[in-house]
């Protein structure tokens, strides 16, 4: 009787579709997602409403809160995606 052997990469005991995958985001993930996204709430907030900042006697100038805002953003998107295929 001959043995057939699963292409790698192929899911056992499945069609080899990975169905066996978790299909949720483990918690840690979860939780840099959340803290990404309301770093970018927040920034885009002091954008917005012109929060003034300074630190050590520094004014930081709003424009620095829109590319925090985005960075952050993006960051928040791209690691739930990635996250989020991992599980497909």
């Known amino acids: ?14 069609n080899g579709a990975g169905a066996d995958h978790d299909t949720h985001m ?4 979860y939780v840099a997602v959340i803290v990404f996204a309301l770093v970018a709430l927040v920034q885009l907030a002091r954008f917005v409403l012109a929060w003034p ?3 050590n006697g520094v004014s ?8 925090a805002a985005v960075v952050a953003a993006l ?7 990635e996250a989020t295929s ?3």
């Open 60 to 67: 930081i100038p709003v424009w620095v809160s829109a590319l």
């Open 75 to 81: 960051l928040a998107v791209m690691l739930w995606r």
């Open 53 to 55: 900042v300074s630190i």
């Open 1 to 14: 009787m001959r043995r057939i052997i699963p292409p790698p990469g192929a899911a056992h005991g499945t």
């Open 26 to 29: 483990r918690p840690f993930t």
């Open 86 to 88: 991992r599980a497909r």
